[in-house]
């Protein structure tokens, strides 16, 4: 009776190391990844949370009604208090700030394939620093490959929009009227620059948002590859 106890035992922790030992072994399993896979992973991974990105801001209210919006630059504040009195120009502040975030929401498409064309010239040690980096890793990469040509590409679309939405017409009226206020330092009527800069802020917090979620929702990760490359960070 003893010995068929002990043997009993003896398969059970067996069969437990068994297990135990499987379980690892499928861990391990799904932790090889190659470098070919963790660039191509990187890739997917970056081109979904940048296009997604730039997607949503372009949306009605991506910008306008959301933590992106973009707030009128302190002299272009002061600008609209000295004019609240003026007939016409009572509810400007609130006109223009609607007016240059649909110009910015107009303009965010235009990221897409921008940030597609950096991701395709990312190189493999690229691709690990940035699985092995920081939360925000994957949107410094883009912000250090892209920010120029995405300003070159959002500014004159910024300013077509803001000539579409009204802006540049609303803006200049106020410029014009604010200038001839005596002793005022004059205000510049074109806000372009400024417009293109913050958007372009408000996409890089954006598509931040995006990685971090990418890294730390496994449900995020919506392919075996990213999954199977994300599970080394995890």
């Known amino acids: 009776m003893k010995i068929a106890f002990f043997a009993l035992v003896s398969l059970l922790s067996f069969s437990a190391c068994n297990a135990q030992f499987d379980k690892l072994l499928k861990k391990v399993k799904t932790l090889e990844v190659s470098t070919e ?3 191509t992973g990187l890739r997917e991974a970056l081109t979904k949370g940048a296009v997604q990105g ?3 801001l372009h949306q009605r209210d991506g910008y306008f009604k959301s933590i992106y919006k973009i707030a009128l630059p302190e002299d ?3 600008v609209c ?4 009195v003026i007939p016409g120009f009572s509810a400007v502040e609130d006109e223009v700030s609607e007016k240059i975030n649909r110009a910015a929401e ?9 940030f597609v064309d950096a991701i395709r010239q990312m190189t493999i040690q690229d691709a690990w620093n940035i699985l092995k980096g920081s939360d925000d890793a994957a949107t410094l990469y883009l912000k250090e490959t892209t920010t120029q040509a995405l300003y070159d590409a959002f500014q004159p679309v910024i300013g077509e929009s803001m000539e579409k939405v009204g802006a540049v017409q609303v803006w200049s009226a106020a410029v014009n009227q604010y200038n001839q ?8 009527p074109d806000m372009s620059d400024y417009v293109t800069r913050k958007a372009l802020d408000g996409l890089f917090l ?3 948002e995006e990685e971090l979620n990418i890294r730390s929702n496994v449900s995020a990760r919506t392919s075996d590859l990213l999954r199977k490359v994300f599970a080394r960070q995890d």
């Open 76 to 78: 272009a504040r002061q």
């Open 54 to 56: 730039s997607e949503l």
């Open 37 to 39: 896979d963790v660039a």
């Open 206 to 208: 954006k598509i931040a």
């Open 106 to 114: 107009d303009a965010a498409i235009r990221a897409k394939p921008i």
């Open 181 to 188: 206020i005596p002793f005022v330092k004059k205000a510049n």
């Open 81 to 84: 208090n000295k004019l609240r």
